[in-house]
């Protein structure tokens, strides 16, 4: 099962983290969590990886939708944003929001997650281009 939709940016990671957060802005995302893994494996276990950051980005209208669908889906909200460094480029990847279908079986959200699905994509397009 594929559960992600990739882009890989030809810039450096710093710069690659804040046109994301813009793009996402643009398409009604906020960021409600981040986590800077690299730090956090560091921190944690002396562990060394490459610069990786876990955006939790919210569109409240689209949360809103998907609650009045399904009190659960909680459990797979927000949707996860990866910013990660890779042999001097940035891969983004944005969780595949087909995904709450896929794995609630509610028709009830297919809705919700096509636009979603069209948001984020927006978003990485225009990183792409």
């Known amino acids: 099962m594929d559960y992600g939709i990739p882009v890989t940016l030809d810039l450096p990671f710093g710069d690659a983290v804040e046109r994301v957060r813009a793009a996402l802005a643009e398409q009604g995302f ?7 893994v690299r730090a956090t494996l560091k921190a944690k276990l002396g562990e060394e990886i490459e610069d990786y950051l876990i955006l939790g980005a919210c569109n409240p209208a689209l949360a809103h939708r998907a609650l009045q669908a399904d009190r659960r889906i909680g459990l797979l909200l927000p949707c996860n944003v990866v910013v990660r ?45």
Do not use: C, F, K, Y
Request: charged fraction near 25%; charge should be negative; avoid cysteine.
């Open 85 to 129: 460094a890779t042999d001097g480029h940035a891969v983004v990847e944005v969780m595949d929001p087909q995904l709450m279908v896929r794995v609630t079986e509610q028709p009830a959200l297919e809705a919700v997650a096509d636009e979603a699905a069209a948001r984020l994509r927006a978003a990485l397009n225009s990183l792409a281009g």
């Open 30 to 36: 906020g960021i409600l969590t981040e986590i800077d």
